[in-house]
């Protein structure tokens, strides 16, 4: 009889079979790669973005010591199955930077290494925060330098009431490697620059005045560049208040094998994305320009903008400063330069012709 009581109390505190070690283990293991989490972002400044792509996984961490407990009940088992998948879809994200949720940070990896390397690189991409951007501060006073020697901007010129475009670019490293190049130069001003270049060129050439800022503000963090952009997007309008459009001159980042490419005059040449941040508190004025656009283009050159645009849920690109701010893709890293000064022609060709209608 006691032999009996004693296998019957064995049995019910029996120990952890293998499968419940390995999953004790592996929660153990997403919970470290959490906390860790954490320690980066505190010391990095990226706190909001780990916890919001937490709370976008709806992850309930109190679930994790509740894992393999004795005595829960079956339906309690689907809920837990639900919180291993989102413990590994954490787990994946902290230990590579591909966040399940957006397809394109399974191939951010391949074309884009920021220093930061490619685990933190997915909240950047995150769909609900798309760009680290900080607060809005406004207004932002400046002091420009003697000599421009902090912003690199074009001095102010006589005819500064004849600017109507004023470009940068968020992101200068940017390049085209469809002819073989590379598909960023950190620290520089890459090919997305020349393009911008040439958009300032065409537009002069038809009529309207412009001005383009070779600022650099990828180089110490690309996560950060509209931190340093800002900046310069509001010296622009501080110094040419004249200026109707401030354009961001990107190139798109695609998975491997996507063209983005259309004939124009017998020319091969680069399709344009319009991207529009939502969390600009007038985006639908940013918005409308964009349709009226993209309309122009549609009807002088047909395929020419990519007809829908991308929204950011919680991205604002610098658009908060000017109902005539916009973000323009030119491309993808799979273009060659020349495409994108093709589209770049093109795209200015309608913008001059928005202009003097307006």
């Given amino acids: 009889m006691l032999r009996e009581d004693f296998y019957r109390q064995k049995k019910h505190f029996r120990i952890w079979r293998v499968r ?210 800002i900046v310069t997007a509001t010296q622009l309008i501080k110094d040419y208040p004249s200026m109707k459009l401030l354009i961001d001159v990107h190139r798109n980042g695609l998975p491997p094998g996507v063209q983005s490419s259309i004939t124009i005059k017998g020319q091969s040449v680069s399709r344009v994305l319009v991207v529009i941040g939502k969390k600009n508190p007038h985006w639908q004025k940013n918005e409308a320009l964009a349709k009226e656009l993209i309309a122009l283009g549609e009807k002088k050159y047909p395929g020419l903008f990519l007809p829908n645009i991308n929204y950011a849920a919680d991205a604002r690109y610098n658009q908060h400063l000017s109902d005539g701010a916009l973000l323009l893709e030119f491309g993808s890293q799979y273009n060659t330069l020349g495409e994108s000064n093709g589209a770049a022609e093109a795209v200015a060709e309608i913008l001059a012709d928005y202009l003097k209608k307006s």
């Fill in 20 to 229: 419940e070690w390995a999953r004790g283990f592996l929660l153990g293991l997403v919970s470290i790669l959490i906390i860790l989490g954490l320690v980066y972002a505190f010391r990095s400044g990226s706190s909001r973005q780990l916890i919001g792509f937490l709370t976008q996984q709806s992850f309930p961490f109190e679930a994790i010591l509740m894992e393999g407990a004795p005595g829960f009940s079956q339906p309690e088992r689907a809920r837990l199955d639900l919180i291993r998948n989102q413990g590994a879809a954490v787990s994946m994200f902290l230990l590579t930077g591909v966040n399940i949720a957006d397809p394109r940070t399974f191939f951010l990896g391949y074309f884009s290494s920021p220093p930061q390397g490619p685990a933190w690189l997915g909240w950047a991409y995150n769909p609900n925060d798309p760009e680290f951007e900080g607060p809005i501060l406004e207004p932002i006073e400046l002091q420009q330098p003697e000599g421009n020697t902090e912003f690199n901007l074009p001095m102010p010129v006589a005819g500064a009431k004849e600017i109507g475009v004023g470009i940068y670019n968020t992101h200068n490293s940017e390049c085209y490697a469809g002819d073989g190049g590379p598909d960023h130069r950190f620290g520089e001003n890459g090919d997305v620059v020349t393009v911008g270049e040439t958009l300032k060129k065409i537009l002069g050439q038809n009529g309207i005045g412009a001005v383009h800022s070779l600022q650099i503000h990828d180089a110490v963090d690309y996560m950060k560049a509209y931190s340093k952009s």
